[in-house]
């Protein structure tokens, strides 16, 4: 879960995806031609309308069994104490979840920003439930505000991921995906289609393009995609073949005024317009859109190394750690005594890595080669195959039996948990440097260096040691610049699955 992301569009940005709605049961292809104004996909309404019954039920369960369970030894006082309150809670909670646009198509099915507006409209809920049961000096709230509303959190959040577990596998099967008309240069348009087609759970599907000339780099075509039109007729094949979204990629022929016109061609079609802005790798919460002298202008905030978010993240990073290491403590010392009988050494393995602000620290694993291994590294050097400036074998001749198990499941990092308890690392963060690796960094990657290095991270779950130098650099980089409590909460949960699969772990 916590891959869902915006992506990059084109050469010049990053695009967000409006006010789009994720789904179920879908039809497939493009609308026949001279449908005008048809809606094309009735899983969009479908998908909202199942996660507002999923949350809706969700609530009504957990407020049902904790009234049920505590208000049976008070019948007696069940209307009083129990059955308004019960009744109160569900109706704050689903009110918070609507007024908190929780529901909005533009965030459903697809990156943290879901979960983030779930997360604040119950933290509101909680809040003003506090705030009435103090009003009413009510002494059987607490149960609803550190019971009630915590559980409904877990269910909530459980149930919409299975519900995007299950969008998400009919999209990679080519269901579920809104069609879209890109129109830009053909060198941005190109980028769009290879990266709609390698991300499929984003939901969008290039079907037609239109460019400067009208033609692509393949004569009509464009990346096997038909080039139907120019630029300046991107509108009228909208209205006659219906398509949803309307992608404008960096292009010289983008003219303010223009952009203004397709938009007010597009109206009254259900058509939405998104327009990549020129900007690498910014995304999410760092960008708004305010009116400045009647001007609408593009805003980017400053990331935030600092303030109150920070201290919860640290605060988060030393008690999931604490708790992590008891909940790993028996397993923890099964694998450090196999490591010892398996091949001579010690059973950690210490190393000197680079941190936030280029400080270094000694990271703690579990050993997974043979003692020495490090000298051997250099006869090795010319069968490297790792990407840029890392060096990675799949078949390293000095990783042991146990060292081979342990790296595939990400076993071997859990002693790196002392590192986050000790505040050199943090639970979710860029991959750590060596120190002969940062030496090589140019000022952009450096970035890397203004953050605590983390136990997982978007590298970790997006393909480890398979992935390009340039794609690791660049998750690594979007999360410095586009960092949440949010983000690092997806991440969290999606490293459980990366953990399992063990892809890209050698």
Known sequence: ?????????????????????????????????????????????????????????????VVAAIGNFFGAR????????????????????????AVGRSWAPAVLGQGAEEFRRLGRAL????????????????????????VAIPAIALVTMTARYLLRLGLHKQRNEGR???????????????????????????????DAVCTTDGHGLDGDQLDGVPVVGRLTDVAGHVHRDGYRVVAVTPDPHWSPERLQRLAWNLEGSDAEMVVAPVLMEVAGPRLHVDAVLGIPLLRVS?????????????VVDRMGAAILLM?????????????????????????????????????????????????????????????????????DPRVTRVGAVLRRYSIDELPQLFNVLTGSMS??????????????????????????????????????SDLPWEEA?????????????????????KTLRAVLHGKGAY
């Not at 979710?428 to 136990?455: F, N, T, W």
């Not at 650099?473 to 949960?493: F, P, T």
């Open 1 to 61: 879960m916590l891959g869902e992301h915006v992506e990059p569009l084109g050469t010049g940005g990053s695009v967000r995806q409006g006010e789009l709605v994720g789904p179920f049961p879908s039809t497939r292809g493009r609308p026949a031609k001279g449908a005008i104004n048809r809606p094309v996909n009735d899983w969009e309404q479908r998908y909202r309308r199942a996660v507002i019954a999923s949350d809706t039920l969700a609530t009504a369960l």
């Open 176 to 206: 579920c995906l809104r069609p879209v008309l890109a129109a830009g240069s053909p060198a941005t348009v190109c980028d769009l289609i290879t990266r709609t087609r390698k991300f499929p759970h984003l939901g969008w599907r290039v």
């Open 327 to 395: 909940l790993f403590a028996p397993l923890m010392v099964l694998v450090g005594l196999l490591v010892l009988v398996d091949s001579r050494g010690g059973a950690f393995y210490r190393q000197r890595r680079v941190g936030k602000d280029c400080r270094e620290f000694t990271i703690l694993k579990f050993r997974t080669m043979v003692a020495g291994a490090d000298r051997a590294r250099a006869a090795l050097a010319d069968r490297n195959e790792g990407a840029g400036l890392l060096f990675k074998l799949r078949r």
């Open 302 to 314: 400053m990331p935030a190394f600092t303030g109150a978010r920070r201290v919860i993240k640290a």
């Open 74 to 97: 008070d019948a007696a006082n069940w209307h009083e104490k129990w059955g308004i309150l019960a009744f109160g809670t569900e109706l704050l909670v689903l009110g918070a979840l």
């Open 473 to 493: 650099v660049r998750l690594d980089l979007r999360y410095v610049e586009d960092w949440s409590l949010a983000l690092d909460a997806v991440i969290l949960w």
């Open 123 to 146: 933290f509101t809920a909680t809040v003003v439930l506090a705030l009435g049961g103090i009003a009413l000096t009510s002494r059987n709230i607490k149960l609803w505000i550190f």
């Open 427 to 464: 639970l979710v963060g860029p991959r750590p440097p060596l120190p002969e690796e940062s030496a090589a960094y140019g000022p952009d990657i450096r970035r890397r260096l203004l953050v605590k290095p983390g136990l997982t991270g978007l590298w970790q779950i997006s393909g480890r």
